[in-house]
C-alpha cells in the first residue's frame, strides 16, 4: 500500500524555492494550536466532526457530487482532518485513481493513514502539509477540495498560491465553509470566521481562480458550497 508523507528534504527543498510569502493572514491567534499540540486527541475532533448534527457530515452526498469526480483523477483532500472524506473519495475515483489526504496535524495524518489502511484504500496517500503550503506535486491533482478549513488559512495567498500549482489546468477547485452573516451568523461563528463569503470569493479569483457554480446543497444553512476552476 502507497501511504507515505513526503520526504523531509523534499519538504525542506520546496519551501527554499516557493515564492516570496506574505503576512499572516487575520485570523484568531492560535486558531490551529488544538490541531498541532502533541497531545491532540483525534477521537474526539472524530466525535465533534463526524456526526448527523454536523452540516458537512449530513450532507456529505451531494458535497461529493459537487466535485464531479470522474474515475481515475486525482482528489485532494486539502486538512483532510480525521478524513471523513477520504473513503468516499477513494470510492469515487477508484482503484485508478488517486486521494491525496493533506493536513498540518501530524496526529491526524496518522491517523488517517491507519484508517486508509484498514479500509485497504491502496489508492490514498498522506501527506504532511504545513502553514504556507500543501506540498503537493505541480499538476498532480484534478479536484482539490476544502471543508470547513479556509477559514483556518494562517497564510491564505500562500496557500492558494501553493494549491494553484498542485491543480492542473482547468482542474476544479471545491469550498465549502462557514457564511458570516451580522445578525444571522451564531456569535462563536463571527469571531471564528474572519470574514464573509463575498471576501474569501474575492480571495481566490485573485489567486487565479474563477467561479464555476455556487452549489445549492438543500440541506445547508451555515455553511456554503462555491466550486472553482483554475485558470
Same mark, same amino acid.
Given at each position: 500500500?502507497? =501511504?507515505?508523507?513526503?520526504? /523531509?528534504?523534499?519538504?525542506?527543498?520546496?519551501?527554499?524555492?516557493?515564492?516570496?510569502?506574505?503576512?499572516?493572514?487575520?485570523?484568531?491567534?492560535?486558531?490551529?494550536? #488544538?490541531?498541532?499540540?502533541?497531545?491532540?486527541?483525534?477521537?474526539?475532533?472524530?466525535?465533534?466532526?463526524?456526526?448527523?448534527?454536523?452540516?458537512?457530515?449530513?450532507?456529505?452526498? $451531494?458535497?461529493?457530487?459537487?466535485?464531479?469526480?470522474?474515475?481515475?483523477?486525482?482528489?485532494?483532500?486539502?486538512?483532510?482532518?480525521?478524513?471523513?472524506?477520504?473513503?468516499?473519495?477513494?470510492?469515487?475515483?477508484?482503484?485508478?485513481?488517486?486521494?491525496?489526504?493533506?493536513?498540518? #496535524?501530524?496526529?491526524?495524518?496518522?491517523?488517517?493513514?491507519?484508517?486508509?489502511?484498514?479500509?485497504?484504500?491502496?489508492?490514498?496517500?498522506?501527506? =504532511? /502539509?504545513?502553514?504556507?503550503?500543501?506540498?503537493?506535486?505541480?499538476?498532480?491533482? $484534478?479536484?482539490?477540495?476544502?471543508?470547513?478549513?479556509?477559514?483556518?488559512?494562517?497564510?491564505?495567498?500562500?496557500?492558494?498560491? #501553493?494549491?494553484?500549482?498542485?491543480?492542473?489546468?482547468?482542474?476544479?477547485?471545491?469550498?465549502?465553509?462557514? $457564511?458570516?452573516?451580522?445578525?444571522?451568523?451564531?456569535?462563536?461563528?463571527?469571531?471564528?470566521?474572519?470574514?464573509?463569503? $463575498?471576501?474569501?470569493? /474575492?480571495?481566490?479569483?485573485?489567486?487565479?481562480?474563477?467561479?464555476?457554480?455556487?452549489?445549492?446543497?438543500?440541506?445547508?444553512?451555515?455553511?456554503?458550497?462555491?466550486?472553482?476552476?483554475?485558470?
Amino acid at each position: 500500500m502507497k =501511504l507515505h508523507c513526503l520526504p /523531509s528534504l523534499v519538504l525542506a527543498l520546496s519551501a527554499c524555492a516557493a515564492p516570496q510569502q506574505e503576512t499572516r493572514t487575520a485570523v484568531p491567534e492560535g486558531i490551529n494550536d #488544538s490541531f498541532l499540540a502533541e497531545d491532540a486527541d483525534v477521537d474526539r475532533f472524530a466525535g465533534r466532526w463526524e456526526l448527523e448534527s454536523r452540516e458537512v457530515y449530513a450532507n456529505r452526498e $451531494d458535497i461529493l457530487a459537487a466535485l464531479r469526480i470522474q474515475p481515475g483523477e486525482t482528489v485532494a483532500d486539502i486538512g483532510t482532518g480525521t478524513g471523513l472524506y477520504v473513503e468516499p473519495f477513494a470510492a469515487a475515483v477508484g482503484p485508478e485513481g488517486r486521494v491525496f489526504a493533506v493536513d498540518i #496535524s501530524p496526529k491526524f495524518i496518522f491517523h488517517v493513514r491507519e484508517r486508509a489502511e484498514a479500509a485497504g484504500l491502496e489508492q490514498v496517500e498522506v501527506v =504532511l /502539509s504545513n502553514e504556507r503550503s500543501t506540498e503537493l506535486p505541480e499538476g498532480s491533482v $484534478d479536484v482539490a477540495f476544502l471543508c470547513d478549513v479556509y477559514h483556518h488559512f494562517e497564510y491564505h495567498e500562500d496557500m492558494l498560491r #501553493s494549491i494553484r500549482r498542485a491543480l492542473k489546468p482547468g482542474g476544479r477547485f471545491v469550498v465549502v465553509d462557514f $457564511d458570516r452573516i451580522p445578525g444571522v451568523t451564531r456569535e462563536w461563528l463571527m469571531g471564528h470566521i474572519r470574514a464573509g463569503k $463575498d471576501v474569501f470569493v /474575492s480571495e481566490i479569483e485573485a489567486a487565479g481562480f474563477r467561479v464555476d457554480e455556487e452549489v445549492d446543497i438543500p440541506g445547508f444553512e451555515e455553511n456554503y458550497c462555491v466550486r472553482f476552476v483554475r485558470e
